[in-house]
């Protein structure tokens, strides 16, 4: 069963740091680029970033370009997002999603693209 599942949410102070994970089980992650998405309350989802398959490319938004990292360990069969300088407007659940392409060379954030999805994870930036 494809799964993806996101961790590492949670209440953080404007300008601190969180790392979220994706673990994905059921199929080969390193066949497969990953994206992260985030919904803010009241507001559609929107793409955050993304890495391809081979981890050697990265695309951003630029509301988080500077910010964000997004790393993989393939042998963990995990995606990272690593969020810096967090802002109140990075308020959000944080979604990780798979491809549906295998081997892309490259990777877009554009959601039509991906085609599982986590459960989604929550974070909250505030003082």
């Known amino acids: 069963q494809l799964q993806l599942v996101e961790s590492g949410g949670g209440l953080v102070q404007p300008g601190g740091s969180l790392r979220l994970s994706c673990a994905a089980s059921?199929?080969?992650?390193?066949?497969?680029?990953i994206g992260w998405f985030r919904q803010a309350p009241g507001k559609e989802r929107e793409g955050v970033g993304c890495v391809n398959s081979r981890g050697d490319t990265t695309t951003f938004a630029d509301s988080v370009k500077g910010r964000f990292t997004i790393s993989r360990d393939n042998a963990k069969k995990t995606v990272y997002l690593q969020m810096n300088d967090l802002k109140p407007e990075d308020t959000a659940v944080y979604y990780c999603?798979?491809?549906?392409?295998?081997?892309?060379?490259?990777?877009?954030?554009?959601?039509?693209?991906?085609?599982?999805w986590g459960q989604g994870t929550q974070v909250t930036v505030s003082s």
């Open positions: 059921g199929f080969a992650l390193d066949y497969y680029g």
């Open positions: 999603a798979r491809d549906r392409t295998a081997f892309l060379r490259l990777c877009y954030f554009i959601e039509k693209n991906y085609g599982t």
